[in-house]
């Protein structure tokens, strides 16, 4: 059936009719590369979105102080709210079976310099648990640990990109710098997939920042991981206990909303993975729609194809071709141009999108991507319909009586 | 060669009926030149779709080469148009986008003759009607007499026993009808059988044999003396 014979005559028509080959095959390949494309662009929404939400850890509450907005137990309103050491010492001792690690966070801006280089970076004094929570990734030395905490150590571990602005290309590790007038010794770089403002802070045990503001106890915030198996449900009324509980140990009115903040990366994700799903599934009618007007486009291409050599049709049968060897010659050379320009339209999609690359990240588009299943699924389908849409006016075509078709002008 | 008894055919024509054969008995031995003659509308092309099982009658027998012609399928009526039959048509009906040879090539190709013994084959007959140099031409880029001779060409190349031509010079000035005339008489004269529509006198002269109809009916069949279409033209 798929002798060389009929490989010749294909290739003979296909070549003597280049503009009707032309037309059908860019059908084809158009539907495929905007199948593609919407596709890739559609993940590349998706892929934008994990970024924002995936790169810190997930099993995360954050708590912050506020200012009272209602009076409560004998405390006037407008008071301001201030964490201290203690705060993180009763909630270990109060939720032992739910926490994972607790960390304060102290930011303050500060210059930093190293011989002639100076910049102005956010400092974050931490305990060591802090590096789960941010994810953050030690490429060189080590980051604080519990000895620093408890030495009040001037140590610090610096972002990678600190260590590009103030050493160049030398190691940074064992170096002195100068954080706000006061020496400390880089024990360590990271690197953070949160982008680089991420990669220009510094963290130091909070003990030291204590120290050196008159040796406070406050914090500014507690960050805690919870134990991943609590689930988004225990995640919950943990979340609710321990807003119960700090109202209670300072006095905050149940219902004050300003007094205390709670954020739960657990919720916060949920409602992300939602979004996502809802992008996803816009992403995938764009791309069923994209499809459709491909397979009508290509049904129409063959009905018009089939229709105009209605009469060549007719004089290849008056001289002895058999319906077979029509409906089969007008198949052959369907799924011939189908697959063809849709494995063209395939690649030049992919290879698109892969010149995209993460150019288009201002419009939240990062790394566009089509998995290969879906690509070449979309072609199977493109190609199928293709035949489909060739052989039903071909095999009319094929029943049709010579003398008709030969009348047909 | 051929033999067709009480043929009937008609054709729907909205609410009425329109009966083209009425009743045609007709016999052709191998050899004969047969003209069909008539005005428009008295049947004959039908007569001869029907001969050349392009088209099927209502009633009757049809026997071709003591083969019945019988309840065909299109892909068994396409194997015998192949092996039995070639066409000439009045307005040529040739491929327009392949060559002359191409054209020419194309029966082999569905008889599923080999590439090489094609081209050899389809080169021979072309230079048999006299244009082998013009093998590799378009068909826009002949005249219409050439055009018919590719057809003619198209025709014997499947080495048919009976060629079917339907106002074959229909399309043609005289003098490349004259033309035309000679090579069919030549294969004519090589033993094929020839049947020929035309409502021209004169070629119908150029047969061994006139058969004349008329709303669907025989009404003439005689054997005439044939005129030879070189002494003619001259």
Redesign the interface.
């Known amino acids: 059936m798929w002798s060389r014979?009929r490989w010749?005559?294909m290739f003979?028509?296909l070549r003597?009719?280049k503009l009707r080959t032309a037309l059908s095959g860019f059908t084809v390949a158009m539907g495929i590369f905007i199948f593609v494309l919407l596709f890739g662009f559609g993940n590349g929404l998706k892929n934008a979105f994990e970024e924002f939400f995936l790169d810190d850890s997930t099993n995360t509450i954050w708590l912050y102080p506020g200012q009272t907005e209602k009076p409560f137990r004998g405390f006037k309103a407008k008071r301001r709210i201030i964490f201290k050491n203690n705060d993180l010492t009763d909630i270990e001792q109060n939720f032992p079976f739910f926490i994972d690690y607790i960390t304060p966070r102290i930011s303050r801006g500060a210059l930093v310099k190293h011989g002639k280089e100076s910049n102005n970076y956010t400092v974050r004094a931490v305990a060591p648990g802090h590096q789960y929570a941010e994810k953050t990734i030690v490429t060189k030395g080590r980051y604080i640990n519990e000895s620093d905490v408890n030495d009040k150590t001037k140590y610090a571990t610096i972002g990678r990109l600190v260590e590009r602005d103030l050493f160049g290309t030398k190691t940074a590790l064992g170096n002195h710098i100068d954080i706000g007038g006061i020496s400390f010794k880089v024990i360590g770089v990271f690197k953070d997939e949160g982008g680089d403002n991420e990669e220009r802070l510094i963290y130091i045990p909070y003990t030291t920042r204590q120290r050196i503001e008159k040796s406070n106890d406050r914090i500014d915030q507690i960050i805690l991981a919870f134990r991943p198996e609590l689930g988004y449900a225990g995640a919950m009324s943990l979340e609710k206990k321990l807003n119960t509980f700090m109202r209670k140990k300072h006095n905050i009115a149940p219902n004050d909303r300003r007094g205390i903040f709670v954020r739960n990366v657990a919720a916060d994700l949920k409602q992300s993975q939602q979004f996502a799903s809802v992008l996803q599934i816009i992403v995938t009618f764009v791309g069923l729609g994209t499809l459709l007007a491909g397979i009508i486009g290509i049904s129409n291409i063959m009905v018009f194809v089939v229709k105009e050599r209605t009469?060549?049709l007719?004089?290849?049968?008056?001289?002895?071709?058999?319906?077979?060897?029509v409906v089969g010659m007008i198949l052959h050379e369907s799924i011939f141009i189908t697959a063809l320009s849709g494995y063209v339209g395939l690649l030049t999609g992919v290879g698109v999108l892969a010149l995209i690359g993460d150019s288009l990240e201002e419009f939240f588009i990062i790394n566009p991507y089509i998995g290969t299943n879906t690509a070449v699924g979309a072609t199977m389908i493109l190609i199928l319909f293709g035949a489909i849409a060739g052989y039903i006016p071909a095999r009319r075509a094929?029943?049709i009586?010579?003398?008709i078709a030969?009348r047909d002008e | 060669m051929i033999e067709i008894k009480d043929l009937h055919k008609s054709y729907a024509m909205g609410q009425n009926a329109l009966h083209v054969l009425k009743g045609i008995n007709f016999t052709v031995q191998e050899g004969e030149m047969v003209a069909i003659m008539g005005s428009s509308g008295s049947g004959k092309s039908t007569l001869l779709n029907i001969l050349g099982m392009l088209d099927v009658a209502d009633s009757g027998s049809y026997t071709l080469d003591n083969n019945p012609i019988k309840n065909l399928d299109e892909t068994k009526a396409a194997i015998y148009r192949n092996k039995f039959l070639g066409f000439v048509f009045q307005s040529f009906n040739l491929i327009s986008y392949k060559t002359a040879l191409e054209n020419v090539i194309l029966p082999l190709y569905y008889q599923k003759v080999g590439r090489k013994e094609r081209q050899e084959r389809a080169q021979k007959y072309l230079e048999h009607v006299g244009l082998g140099p013009w093998a590799s031409h378009h068909p826009n880029e002949l005249s219409g007499g050439q055009k018919q001779r590719v057809a003619i060409a198209r025709a014997l190349v499947s080495e048919p026993k009976v060629i079917l031509a339907d106002e074959p010079t229909g399309a043609l000035d005289t003098n490349t009808s004259y033309e035309l005339m000679e090579l069919l008489q030549a294969i004519n004269d090589q033993g094929i059988t020839l049947l020929i529509v035309t409502h021209e006198e004169d070629i119908a002269r150029m047969c061994k044999r006139i058969v004349h109809l008329r709303d669907g009916v025989i009404v003439e069949d005689k054997k005439v003396r044939q005129v030879k279409a070189k002494r003619d033209v001259e």
């Open positions: 014979d010749r005559e003979l028509t003597k009719n009469k060549e007719g004089i290849r049968k008056a001289i002895g071709a058999t319906p077979k060897a094929a029943k009586k010579p003398i030969l």
